[in-house]
């Protein structure tokens, strides 16, 4: 794949990890990150929990303490490329035994360019462990495009994907740990949420299983007609695609969903009673 000078090159790391092993899972994502660079890759992003694993039970809280963003950053600089990499997060400023579930964004001098923090849980597995961030994607800059991060469940509510696309962002990056039977929302709902903002999206999970969860693989770049650019089904492996000058703003223009809304019927539609209810 030949890149654009003028591309900013998007790398996803799909595998299924060593849960619970920070060691191996760094020396992995070391492995991972030369290989991207040498792809042409910019930017190089892991899975939901990637560092820690996800479905692996209460040593969950004590792997959180452990400084891994030394060796992530150590990483970036020696590649040349940004990390944005997923792990649990202590919280314990709100109470004993809280975490956060985190993605943070390395450059490639180490310097950190966004920490967010999964704002919507799902199901037990997720409310056992995590408390909710409560910060909106922040967008940055980077390469020249404006880039925001969610995690998973995050990008399955439509009206958060929206708000950060009304907010000027160009590519989402989302780590993800999905799971069966949810094949579809890998597959079909990434590309409704890319086609439906004309952004790109960059949905990046695990494979295999961790405890009693079996991921669906299935990672995807896709783009903001929601062609899908790259995909790996199962299996570990990288996945790359480019983020092209202008895509976004001629896909806005193409199809102006952001600028045909109609907020107030909306907020109208909230608070008012639509047809008869029995």
Known sequence: ??????????????????????????????????????????????????????DIGPQLFDLARIDVLAAVRQMAVNHGLAILVGLAESAEELGPRKLYNSAILIDADGRELTRYRKQHLFGELDRAFFVPGDALPE????????????????????????????????????????????????????????WENQIYVAYIDHDGREGSTVYVGNSQIVAPDATVL?????????????????????????????????????????????????
């Open 1 to 54: 794949m030949r890149k654009r000078t003028d591309a900013m090159r998007i790398a996803g790391l799909q595998t299924a990890g060593t849960p619970g092993n920070i060691a191996a899972n760094l020396a992995e994502l070391d492995r991972a990150a030369a290989d991207a660079r040498a792809q042409g890759a910019d930017i190089l992003v892991t899975p939901e929990l990637f560092v820690t694993g996800y």
């Open 139 to 194: 967008i940055v800059s980077f390469h020249g495009v404006k880039i925001a991060t969610m995690i998973c469940y995050d990008v399955e509510f439509p009206e958060y994907v929206r708000a950060v696309a009304l907010g000027g962002c160009e590519a989402l990056l989302v780590p993800t740990a999905q799971m069966e039977p949810f094949t579809f929302v890998a597959r079909e709902v990434i590309r409704t949420r890319a």
């Open 230 to 278: 790259a995909r790996i089904e199962h299996g570990n492996g990288l996945i790359l695609a480019d983020v092209e000058p202008g895509a976004v703003a001629r896909a806005q223009t193409e199809n102006p969903y952001l600028l045909d809304r109609r907020p107030a019927a909306y907020r109208r539609l909230a608070v008012e009673p639509v047809g008869n209810v029995a």
